[in-house]
Structure formats: C-alpha cells, structure tokens
C-alpha cells in the first residue's frame, strides 16, 4: 500500500464519518478505517466522489496508508474505546507521529495520554470538536491541544476544515500543551449548557408570567436574534417552538417530556470548577435544572405544594415585560461567559498553558453550539487588554450590564412572585451583586468557623491569622 494518504480518521460513526468527509471535501486524501470494517467500505461506497478516500480494512493498513508525520485522527466514544485505539495503534506508529483524539474526552485523561505517548515521541493531540454532525462536515469550531510541533504539522489542516467566522478568520487555533484543548472544549459545553438553561427560562417567563403562546414566543425570539443576542441557539429556539407536532396539532414543546438529558460534559465543568476554586453559579444551575426535571417522582411528589395565584398581564403590560426579559436574558448571558472565561483562565494558570482568551472568543465565533455576535465583543475586550481579569471589568460590558440592571431585578421579581423558578437568572444576578458587594457576609462565615473549629481569621485592619478564644474571656490572641 503507497503512503499516500495526509490524514488518517479512525472511527466512522456520525463524527468521523463527517469530519473525514469535510477533509476529503478541502482537498486531503483520507484513510478511512473503522473496528467494524463495514462502516468504512460503507462510508468510501457512499461518499467516494466526494473526494479522494483510501479504505483500510486493518490497523497495519491504516498505518501503512499514511505519509509522515503520521497524522492519525480517532473518533471513537470517549473512554474506554480511546485508550483501546491508542493501545492499537501506538505500537505501529514512529517518533514524529501524532494521535489526534476529537472525542469529548476529560482533559485529565487527555493529559495522561499525552504523557504516556510523549515517551515513545509520539505526539498526543487531545482536540476539542464542536458542531455536531453538521458542524463536522461543514466546518466545526476545532480546539487542538498538544505540542507547538503537532500543530505546526496539523494545524493549517484544522483551519482549512474549520467553520469560518464572519471575517473570513478561522474557528481554530492551538489552544496549548496537552489537555488545554479537551479543558476549553469542556468550559464551551459548561457554557452552552447555561445559555441553553438561560434561554428556556426566558421562555417559561414569556409563557406563564407574560401569557404568550409558543408561537408568538418563537416570534418575540427571531427578534432578538436580529440584535445584540444574535446566534444560533436564539435562531434554533425560534425553529422549536414555531414546529407543530403533526400527530397532535400542538405546539411540539408541549407534547415533548420535560426530562432534559445529559452526557457529562456541563457536569465536569462544575466539578473541575469546584476543585479549581471557580465560582460557575450559572453553568451549575444549568446542570442542576436539568437534573430536577429528571426527577420526576419526586416531582410528583411536590405538585400540590403551596404556589402563588397566577396574575395574568395585560397586553401592554407582556410587551414590556419582554422587554425586560431580554434584557435579563442578556446580563445573565454575560454573566454566564464571564464565568466561563473565568474557568478557563484558572485552568491555564493550574496547568500552565498559556491560554489566549482571546484566541478562544474567536475561535467560537462560527461553526459551535455557541457561535454568537456576541463573541466578536468578548473577544475584542480580551484584545484590548489580555490580563483583563473579568469579563465585568471591560468597559463596554459593565456599561450594558448597569443599564440592564433594573429590568433583571424587576423579571425576577415577577418570577418570584409568580412561582416560575429562573435559577439561572437568580444566580447570575447574585453572582454580579456579590462581585458587586463592598462587604460579604464572609466575614460572619469566618467568625463561625473560628467559633467551632478554631480555624482562624485575617482581619481588614493588620496582618497575620487570629483567634479569638470563644470558650473563654473572648479575647483575641495571634495564630
Ligand atoms: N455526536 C456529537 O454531536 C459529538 C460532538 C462532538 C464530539 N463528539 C465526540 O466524538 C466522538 C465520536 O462520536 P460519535 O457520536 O460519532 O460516535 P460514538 O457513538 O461516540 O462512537 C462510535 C464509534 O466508536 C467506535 N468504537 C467504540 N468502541 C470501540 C472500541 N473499543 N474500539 C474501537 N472502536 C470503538 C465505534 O466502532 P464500531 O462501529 O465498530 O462500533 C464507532 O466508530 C465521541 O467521543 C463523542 O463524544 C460527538
């Protein structure tokens, strides 16, 4: 078999089989192969005119299909399967080579891989993809991990088949060493979760509170897509809520069962951020949101609690308070990524990598789940000032968050009156006032913790640790 292939994809699922499309697409030859041989004949059958394809039946053959540096692209369901492929294959491979893993994997394996393969000098590539399906055949947003050298091999691959941003810029770019790409891929699902979380309360607000049906909401949401919230999953929130079940008549989002599912990935951004330290209110509502619609027996349970008499708005009253509601929807968007953003800049500084925030609010702008206008502001804030320490802090952003203030409070005012829980907004709004605060009840936290622990406490008016001996005459001795 001639060497005559620059890429490699293994595992042909829904993924692999369109990103090895979308390479075959741009140009590249690509050596198909998959654990069950059938799907490669399948896709090579399918799709063969499409570009120039070499079907591999074995892993030697797969192998022997590539020109060096070996580029090697796994798809296979994350975990267990990765490690089997990685154990395959790794043996056939030469210094120089690389194993580009775009599955959702944990960053933590991702830096064990790595590791394990830097050993025998093969290049470990833990590569953030997302899109979907869509996305990896037309042009995903593309987060590669790994050694400057795999992607100096690699890289202007990535960027010919990434999805493009509107100035023509594309959705990649090296994230840094070994497991930054799988961690900001990780932080963009904590993300999405919360924006998805987000726009749902906004629509329960717009149905039970301003009384409007899914249709006239699917209108109020083409609206603000024509403005500052523009992106796709305002334009996809539209879609859902105009479709009509054709077996009912009814609105689809009501003959759908309200149980929202999970894969993990929102999951692991709450837990990572509670080892780094990172408060992600937002994205853990998210998580927690849909957990509690997976309960439903304890749902069940509680339907004949006590709520508030719903007090339905006049017509002018739900105009305004739309208004109101895209303003909340707004700052507890922005709110959201500066968390996120938050997230990722501490797990640069923990690992090292020298993650460019900016680069990352760019590489989003097309071809994700949350591609938005509003990336393009992120990203110019981190340009302007690249240790900026908050999203909050830019200028422009504390501006349009102060205006937005007083109709986030009003909506979650009306939530809380009507009994329409918008955790999400509520968490938002208090991580902002907490930022926000001249003084936090921290202080009593930390004499409680003096109190039964003897833990100690720092005080605002000179250094050191002190303890005040509370089972005693109360008076303070240093620690
Ligand atoms: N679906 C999405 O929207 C999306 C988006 C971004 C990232 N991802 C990630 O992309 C990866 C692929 O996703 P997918 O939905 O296309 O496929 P998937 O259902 O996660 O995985 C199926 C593929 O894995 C292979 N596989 C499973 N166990 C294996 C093993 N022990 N050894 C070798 N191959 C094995 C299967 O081969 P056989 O055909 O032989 O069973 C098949 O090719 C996953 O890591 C997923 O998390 C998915």
Redesign the pocket.
């Known amino acids: 078999m001639s060497s005559s292939a620059q890429i490699g994809v293994?595992?042909?699922?829904?993924?692999?089989?369109n990103l090895a499309r979308n390479f075959a697409r741009n140009g590249f030859t690509v050596a198909v192969h998959?654990?069950?041989a059938a799907?490669a004949r399948a896709l090579v059958d399918e799709f063969g005119d499409e570009g120039e394809f070499v079907y591999t039946e074995t892993a030697k053959d797969f192998v022997a299909a590539l020109e060096r540096p070996r580029r090697l692209v796994v798809?296979?369901?994350?975990?267990?399967?990765?490690d089997?492929?990685i154990k395959?294959f790794a043996p056939l491979l030469e210094p120089g080579d690389m194993i580009v893993d775009?599955?959702?994997?944990h960053f933590a394996d991702t830096r064990r891989r790595e590791r394990e393969l830097r050993e025998l000098g093969i290049h470990f590539v833990g590569t953030?993809?997302?899109?979907?399906?869509e996305?990896?055949l037309n042009g995903?947003s593309i987060m590669p991990g790994g050694s400057a050298e795999s992607y100096a091999a690699l890289g202007p691959m990535l960027e010919k088949i990434s999805a493009k941003a509107a100035d023509g810029s594309p959705c990649t770019a090296h994230i840094g060493p070994d497991g930054a790409g799988h961690f900001v891929?990780m932080v963009h699902n904590g993300i999405e979760y919360a924006d998805m979380q987000l726009i749902a309360e906004a629509y329960q607000l717009l149905r039970e509170v301003a009384g409007y049906s899914p249709a006239e909401i699917a209108d109020i949401f083409r609206t603000w897509n024509r403005g500052r919230l523009d992106s796709y999953l305002i334009e996809i929130t539209a879609e859902v809520l105009a479709h009509v079940d054709a077996a009912t008549g009814k609105p689809f989002v009501d003959v759908v069962a309200d149980r929202a599912e999970q894969?993990g990935t929102g999951r692991w951004t709450v837990q990572i951020a509670l080892d780094l330290g990172v408060p992600v209110s937002g994205i853990a509502e998210a998580v927690f949101a849909r957990s509690v619609s997976g309960h439903t027996e304890l749902r069940a349970a509680s339907r004949d609690l006590a709520g508030p008499v719903a007090e339905p708005l006049s017509k002018e009253a739900a105009a305004a308070f739309a208004d109101r509601v895209e303003q909340a929807l707004y700052a507890s968007k922005i709110v959201s990524y500066t968390q996120g953003f938050h997230e990722i800049a501490a797990g640069s500084a923990e690992y090292g990598w020298d993650i460019d925030l900016g680069a990352v609010a760019s590489i989003w702008r097309g071809g994700c789940i949350i591609r938005a206008a509003f990336l393009d502001r992120i990203r110019a804030a981190y340009d302007a000032r690249a240790d900026l320490p908050s999203l909050l802090a830019d200028e422009g952003f504390a501006r349009e968050i102060g205006a937005a203030q007083d109709d986030w409070r009003a909506v979650l005012v009306a939530a809380t009156q009507q009994g329409v829980p918008a955790p999400g907004f509520a968490a938002a709004l208090a991580y902002y006032d907490a930022l926000r605060a001249e003084r936090l009840p921290a202080a009593l936290t930390q004499g409680q913790r003096d109190y039964f622990g003897a833990h100690t406490y720092r005080r605002t008016d000179r250094e050191g640790s002190f303890h005040t001996l509370w089972g005693g005459d109360r008076s303070e001795v240093e620690a």
């Open positions: 293994t595992g042909l699922a829904v993924m692999g089989r998959n654990r069950t799907k798809m296979v369901k994350a975990g267990e399967p990765t089997a492929v395959e775009g599955g959702n994997a953030g993809v997302s899109g979907g399906e996305g990896a995903p891929k894969k």
